[in-house]
């Protein structure tokens, strides 16, 4: 039997031109279940399938890997298979959160919810092709039966040696677009700490009845709310998808970064919900990390992750570069601060702000209020990092008032050093305490988030203005549209658009010197290379 992986992460529709040069570790995960069983498989990215549809043909069963807003790009996908192929197609990823999207919508016939690799192996040891009801009693799995979908039990959350015992593949790497190049997303952390939950009441008129043991009780019992609202941010579905926060070992993680090396890679994104929570599951096990608040980072863990990752550089006698995607503002203080800054300096992190009012940041099961926001970028700017700064429009109950102070905020997290301010438009996700809200309208025609967009806008491009004349270490690429040459800052920076083609087609595949010349959008600059680079 022949698997087929296809890596549709944050495609959406029309494909993800501006983020090209990251490669997520959810599709290598998978591949590395296959490669523990044994199987014969492959795994492309989507942009690889839809310009060769032929290697359907090759393989019995499709696997694809995607998120809500890839629904598009799955849907065409699956009928490309039908079209060339029809043979058994599974689904897993963010997207099967609601498996009605996933099997009805995008037309697959099973898909994983949630962790996968256990779910998995059972699968391939149970699953008859000629009776589909040989998976009934596999947790974690939803699948089609004519024109009903069925759903199983959820699989319990693996412990987090249970996480070490699988191990994301590294070579399927080199199947992805100038993935020399590409930051490479490393698991760390999966799953999140933040048990809490929204105070706005839900459309089914679920409300928060202050009963405390969100706050107060047992980390066990943080699991369960008696109104039955799911937890974390209201908008956000990573703890009832992934559960509590589960940290990988320095080992396991190590030898992954190794593996990625020895393959060509030199970028590596740390990624987790929290950077922060990493070992603080250490802290409280065997109880499960429910409170995002307390014990604080666990910096023993921390320090000796970092400081591992850093000695690459001399074992293997190269410079790689090595950020963390995420870290809860409630966590950073001055020792995290600098302790952070001793191996991150001059690396991007996301803070996510997300509003502009304290009390609508709690409402919201936010476990931050903006002023911890602020004070967090000001630390991390003080220790070398180099801040994000995340916001949302169109949430529930997010006002006009609340759009003015958020935009006031905006203008806060600059001053205290935000390098980049990132807005999103409100999505309800399913399994998330927000699913059964509308979407946020567009901005434009939104004048609550159109004070918070525009905002936004103004912010970035007088931030943009300042990479004018800079010059940044670039690795160099072909365009996969085929026209001109692409440079990745090595460490942090937008994507550049080279405009001297004829000095960068001698840099292609290497590091080089880019002047910027302009600015072309919120996400995009352009430079020349440097002849003498």
Same mark, same amino acid.
């Given at each position: 039997?022949?698997?087929?992986?296809?890596?549709?992460? #944050?495609?959406?529709?029309? #494909?993800?031109?501006?983020?090209?040069?990251?490669?997520?570790?959810? /599709?290598?995960?998978?591949?590395?279940?296959?490669?523990?069983?044994?199987?014969?498989?492959?795994? $492309?990215?989507? @942009?690889?399938?839809?310009?060769?549809?032929?290697?359907? $043909?090759?393989?019995?069963?499709?696997?694809?890997?995607?998120?809500?807003?890839?629904?598009?790009?799955?849907?065409?996908?699956?009928?490309?298979?039908?079209?060339? %192929?029809?043979?058994?197609?599974?689904?897993?990823? /963010?997207?099967?959160?609601?498996?009605?999207?996933?099997?009805?919508?995008?037309?697959?016939?099973?898909?994983?919810?949630?962790?996968?690799?256990?779910?998995?192996?059972?699968?391939?040891?149970?699953?008859?092709?000629?009776?589909?009801?040989?998976?009934?009693?596999?947790?974690?799995?939803?699948?089609?039966?004519?024109?009903?979908?069925?759903?199983?039990?959820?699989?319990?959350?693996?412990?987090?040696?249970?996480?070490?015992?699988?191990?994301?593949?590294?070579?399927?790497?080199?199947?992805?677009?100038?993935?020399?190049?590409? =930051?490479?997303?490393?698991?760390?952390? =999966?799953?999140?700490?933040?048990?809490?939950?929204?105070?706005?009441?839900?459309?089914?008129?679920?409300?928060? %009845?202050?009963?405390?043991?969100?706050?107060?009780?047992?980390?066990?019992?943080? @699991?369960?709310?008696?109104?039955?609202?799911? +937890?974390?941010?209201?908008?956000?579905?990573?703890?009832?998808?992934?559960?509590?926060?589960?940290?990988?070992?320095?080992?396991?993680?190590?030898?992954?970064?190794?593996?990625?090396?020895?393959?060509?890679?030199?970028?590596?994104?740390?990624?987790?919900?929290?950077?922060?929570?990493?070992?603080?599951?250490?802290?409280?096990? +065997?109880? +499960?990390?429910?409170?995002?608040?307390?014990?604080?980072?666990?910096?023993?863990?921390?320090?000796?992750?970092?400081?591992?990752?850093?000695?690459?550089?001399?074992?293997?006698?190269?410079?790689?570069?090595?950020?963390?995607?995420?870290?809860?503002?409630?966590?950073?203080?001055?020792?995290?601060?600098?302790?952070?800054?001793? @191996?991150?300096?001059?690396?991007?992190?996301?803070?996510?702000?997300?509003? #502009?009012?304290?009390?609508?940041?709690?409402?919201?099961?936010?476990?931050?209020?903006?002023?911890?926001?602020?004070?967090?970028?000001?630390?991390?700017?003080?220790?070398?990092?180099?801040?994000?700064?995340?916001?949302?429009?169109?949430? /529930?109950?997010?006002?006009?008032?609340?759009?003015?102070?958020?935009?006031?905020?905006?203008?806060?997290?600059?001053?205290?050093?935000?390098?980049?301010?990132?807005? @999103?438009?409100?999505? +309800?996700?399913?399994?998330?305490?927000?699913?059964?809200?509308?979407?946020? /309208?567009?901005?434009?025609?939104?004048?609550?988030?159109?004070?918070?967009?525009?905002?936004?806008? =103004?912010?970035?491009?007088?931030?943009?203005?300042?990479?004018?004349?800079?010059?940044?270490?670039?690795?160099?690429?072909?365009?996969?549209?085929?026209?001109?040459?692409?440079?990745?800052?090595?460490?942090?920076?937008?994507?550049?658009?080279?405009?001297?083609?004829?000095?960068?087609?001698?840099?292609?595949?290497?590091?080089?010197?880019?002047?910027?010349?302009?600015?072309?959008?919120?996400?995009?600059?352009?430079?020349?290379?440097?002849?003498?680079?």
């Amino acid at each position: 039997m022949k698997i087929l992986i296809i890596d549709v992460l #944050g495609s959406g529709s029309v #494909g993800r031109y501006a983020t090209l040069d990251v490669i997520g570790c959810g /599709p290598r995960t998978i591949a590395g279940v296959l490669e523990k069983l044994g199987f014969d498989y492959d795994l $492309k990215p989507y @942009y690889s399938v839809l310009s060769n549809t032929s290697i359907f $043909k090759d393989f019995d069963v499709l696997m694809v890997s995607a998120m809500s807003v890839d629904l598009p790009m799955a849907r065409r996908i699956k009928r490309l298979w039908d079209k060339f %192929n029809g043979g058994l197609s599974i689904i897993g990823g /963010p997207l099967t959160s609601d498996p009605y999207e996933a099997l009805v919508k995008a037309g697959f016939d099973i898909a994983f919810i949630g962790e996968a690799e256990k779910s998995l192996v059972e699968f391939f040891n149970k699953f008859d092709f000629e009776d589909i009801e040989s998976i009934k009693d596999v947790k974690g799995l939803a699948y089609r039966v004519d024109s009903n979908v069925k759903v199983n039990d959820l699989r319990p959350f693996m412990s987090r040696f249970e996480l070490d015992s699988f191990k994301p593949s590294v070579k399927v790497v080199r199947n992805y677009w100038s993935y020399y190049a590409c =930051r490479i997303y490393v698991e760390v952390v =999966r799953g999140c700490s933040n048990f809490l939950r929204t105070k706005i009441m839900l459309p089914d008129g679920r409300k928060c %009845n202050d009963c405390g043991k969100c706050y107060s009780g047992s980390l066990s019992d943080r @699991y369960y709310c008696p109104m039955n609202i799911p +937890p974390g941010c209201g908008y956000c579905s990573v703890p009832s998808l992934f559960g509590p926060s589960r940290s990988r070992s320095v080992e396991s993680i190590v030898n992954e970064i190794k593996g990625l090396i020895e393959m060509g890679c030199r970028r590596f994104i740390l990624g987790a919900s929290d950077f922060l929570d990493y070992g603080r599951d250490i802290l409280v096990e +065997p109880e +499960p990390l429910t409170d995002p608040l307390n014990p604080p980072p666990n910096l023993n863990e921390i320090e000796k992750l970092l400081g591992s990752i850093k000695s690459l550089e001399s074992e293997f006698s190269l410079k790689i570069f090595f950020s963390i995607e995420n870290v809860k503002p409630s966590l950073v203080d001055e020792e995290v601060a600098k302790v952070l800054g001793r @191996y991150l300096r001059g690396t991007p992190t996301s803070i996510g702000v997300e509003t #502009g009012v304290d009390s609508y940041a709690i409402s919201l099961g936010r476990p931050s209020t903006p002023s911890q926001a602020i004070k967090a970028i000001r630390l991390l700017r003080k220790y070398g990092l180099i801040p994000y700064a995340y916001f949302i429009h169109g949430l /529930p109950n997010q006002d006009v008032n609340i759009a003015i102070e958020t935009s006031k905020v905006m203008d806060e997290a600059v001053k205290a050093g935000a390098e980049k301010i990132t807005v @999103y438009r409100f999505s +309800p996700l399913p399994m998330s305490a927000f699913s059964d809200f509308p979407k946020a /309208p567009p901005s434009h025609v939104d004048a609550v988030g159109k004070i918070i967009v525009d905002k936004a806008s =103004r912010i970035n491009s007088k931030l943009k203005d300042k990479w004018i004349g800079a010059v940044l270490d670039a690795y160099i690429v072909n365009s996969l549209r085929g026209k001109g040459f692409i440079g990745y800052p090595f460490i942090h920076g937008p994507v550049i658009f080279i405009e001297n083609s004829k000095v960068a087609s001698k840099f292609v595949g290497k590091i080089a010197k880019v002047k910027i010349v302009r600015v072309v959008s919120d996400r995009a600059l352009s430079g020349i290379v440097l002849d003498s680079s």
